[in-house]
Each structure stands twice: as C-alpha cells, then as structure tokens.
C-alpha cells in the first residue's frame, strides 16, 4: 500500500472579509483547495481589519469607504489558533498590525498560539525602526514585504542614488543590496519577482556583507514613505496607521 504524505506550501493570508470566528476556516479549506495542498505552512490574518462579509471583497459604502464587520482580531484569532491545532496550518501570524494591535494580541487572556511573525512594508524609505525592536524583543519576527519600494507608485528604490553608489562599491545589484540589508537586520525579507533571472540574483546575498557605514547610509534614507496605505479603510476602527509605528 502506498502511502502519499500530506502536501503543503509557502505562506497564504485571510482576507478581511472572512474575520467572523465561523468564516475562518470555510478561507483557510477554500485556499487549500485552490492551491490543492494539506496544510500551509504558515498562514497570516492579512490586516487586523475585518470587513462586511460577502461575495465583495471590499464591500464600499455610499462615500467609497469600507464597510466594517463587527468583528474584533483576538476572536478572529482564536479560530486562527483552532487551524493549527486541527492541522490545516502548520504556523499562525499577523500582517499590518501596529505595535499597540501586536501587544493587545499578545496579552490576550488564554492566548495559545503566539504569532510567529509580523509581515509589514518595509524599506529603506520605511525602515520601521521601533516597530522592528518592539516585534524583535517580544520574540516575533518580522518580515518585510516591498523591500524594493514600489515601481507602481513611482517609488523604484533600486534607482536611489545612495543604493546604487553602495551596489558598485561591493559589485552587486541594488536589488542584492536592498535584500542584505534586511537580513543584516534579523528582518525575513520577500521581494518580488516574475523574472527568472532576477529570482536567481536575490538568492545570491550570503557572500557578502554590509558595512556599519553602509548600513547607515542606507537608514539615512528614512522619509516615512509608506506606499501600502489602504485608504478606503481610513475609516475604520482597527485602521492600524493612524499610530506613528
């Protein structure tokens, strides 16, 4: 008799609108089976907002603004919890929560399961600076997303003066640069990319290092940039960039 193992892969995340402690589970069995897996290995409450369940992934009121569930994200995590313990998760996090929203989850009343990581923007023009040290030190990781800025927004770090000076100097892309310096920083860092080529070449950032100068020519690049705002979602309760970090 052949046995086939369970299968599972990467990181998938729950979209607001199925915050509902009943919902979460029918998103989690739903991405499953899209991506005909077991298990995820690692699945994240996309942003501590939920929304007016439905068919519409962003249900908008009369003003363009989002419509909120009455839903809070301890209880959203609960059922986030209840995934591990059945097996179809094999790690649960967070993503866009702000320090104050991380704490709240973390001081829950019979929290479980901690998150294992916090997935934020962040960039040299975003270096999130206090809430990386605040994650770090309650032993949750961070991993950044956009770490190359955002060429749809017109925000293409690999063209920043100081970044390109810093690639010539160690005969790497600035891509390769933008990742070392995440992972100089204990930051998990996931850029994007179609091209084979270029997925070749952000692989390759473990032969070299950044100088303590280097790095801080980099942090000096600081603008407060944040290119994943949300604004449709100004509005509601949980809307976590209303706090400096």
């Not at 930051?187 to 032969?207: A, F």
């Not at 600081?222 to 290119?227: A, G, T």
């Amino acid at each position: 008799m052949t046995v086939i193992p369970p299968v599972g892969l990467g990181t998938w995340k729950l979209w607001c609108t199925f915050h509902k402690k009943s919902l979460v589970r029918t998103a989690c069995s739903q991405s499953l089976k899209a991506l005909k897996l077991d298990y995820l290995d690692l699945y994240l409450i996309h942003w501590p907002m939920g929304f007016k369940p439905g068919k519409d992934n962003m249900p908008l009121d009369h003003t363009g603004m989002v419509i909120p569930s009455n839903t809070d994200f301890l209880e959203t995590w609960e059922a986030m919890e209840e995934l591990v313990i059945e097996g179809l998760v094999k790690a649960i996090g967070v993503s866009n929560f702000n320090h104050e929203q991380l704490e709240r989850l973390l001081n829950k009343q019979n929290l479980r399961i901690k998150p294992i990581t916090n997935q934020i923007e962040c960039h040299p023009y975003l270096s999130q600076k206090r809430l990386i040290s605040f994650c770090q030190a309650r032993d949750v990781s961070v991993t950044a997303y956009r770490p190359l800025g955002g060429s749809s927004e017109g925000v293409d770090l690999i063209d920043d003066p100081v970044i390109k000076r810093i690639a010539k100097k160690h005969g790497k892309s600035p891509a390769q640069i933008l990742i070392r310096f995440q992972i100089q920083r204990n930051v998990i860092v996931i850029p994007k990319s179609v091209t084979p080529h270029r997925i070749q070449e952000n692989i390759q950032v473990l032969d070299f290092e950044l100088t303590e100068q280097d790095m801080n020519d980099i942090f000096s690049l600081e603008k407060n940039l944040r290119l994943a705002t949300f604004p449709t979602t100004e509005n509601h309760k949980d809307y976590p960039f209303h706090i400096e970090y």
